[in-house]
């Protein structure tokens, strides 16, 4: 994905088992991350998020690892959506073992992603690279429940140094793992206490989502290829002829269909996703 590409050290490769085309196929992508040792509470909140992303058709991203990852992957699955999994090892080797079953519902319908080749076991040191991608390939972060000094608050780092939103749900004040969501909330990150507060934030009502996602599922492949470009920010009609290799003709009638679908909008002879807001330097 072009928002991949611009972030600091991007991936060289990606290896992935299930339909990457979830990738296109959803026009907003949400990570949501968290403590591996969650409260009861805060699995809840991860799980109801992620359910309501689903059902507004937001493409939710995490690390498939215990707590907030897992419960924000199953809460994608309850609501019949897909989900992506970035692991810290190879495909072939998920880790924490006892989610082998959960990856294999993710790679059904949603796609299970590393930069690790195959039998490539996990260690420490992967999985700060594997949280770089999954806040790479989103639009924001959610974190629900994390400690001062933890993963999750390194991942929210990650995601505003990139310009992406973070958003944090508050928890108890005497609950330790919920002080790294207290210190973002103070350092300027989104209170969020719902599914439908993160959609409100990524300015998304009823129905929007939706109509975006099904427009984009009726793409061809040369239209998939423009939308993917043009993510990444303004581009001449010179830059895409180079770059896709069209015809003026091909890619005049492409550009025309994406605009009928409110996907895209030019101004001053340069093209733009209309998933990016006007305010940041990039989104995807």
């Not at 611009?6 to 339909?19: A, E, M, R, T, W």
Request: aromatic residues 4%; proline residues 4%.
């Amino acid at each position: 994905p072009a928002c991949l590409k611009q972030i600091h050290d991007p991936p060289f490769f990606l290896f992935g088992v299930g339909d990457r085309t979830v990738l296109t196929r959803y026009a907003e992508r949400v990570a949501i991350v968290g403590a591996r040792k969650a409260s009861q509470y805060a699995l809840k909140q991860a799980m109801s998020i992620a359910e309501t992303l689903g059902r507004y058709s937001v493409l939710v991203v995490s690390g498939l690892a215990l707590g907030i990852d897992a419960a924000a992957h199953e809460g994608a699955l309850a609501a019949g959506e897909a989900t992506v999994a970035v692991l810290g090892s190879g495909c072939d080797q998920i880790y924490p073992r006892r989610h082998w079953r959960l990856a294999e519902r993710i790679q059904e319908n949603g796609l299970v992603l590393s930069e690790f080749p195959l039998r490539t076991s996990a260690r420490p040191a992967h999985f700060p690279r594997r949280n770089r991608i999954v806040t790479g390939l989103s639009k924001a972060t959610v974190v629900v429940e994390a400690a001062l000094k933890s993963g999750s608050l390194i991942s929210a780092k990650l995601a505003l140094a990139e310009g992406r939103e973070v958003m944090a749900v508050p928890g108890l004040v005497t609950n330790q793992q919920a002080r790294g969501c207290h210190q973002l909330i103070r350092d300027g990150a989104s209170l969020v206490e719902s599914g439908e507060d993160v959609l409100k934030e990524l300015g998304i009502g009823p129905g929007d989502s939706l109509a975006l996602s099904l427009a984009v599922q009726g793409l061809t492949p040369e239209q998939e290829r423009l939308l993917d470009l043009l993510e990444a920010g303004p581009v001449s009609m010179d830059a895409l002829l180079s770059d896709l290799e069209l015809s003026i003709e091909d890619l005049t009638v492409s550009i025309v269909m994406l605009e009928v679908m409110g996907l895209v909008h030019s101004e001053a002879g340069r093209f733009q996703s209309t998933q990016l807001r006007p305010s940041r330097e990039l989104y995807c």
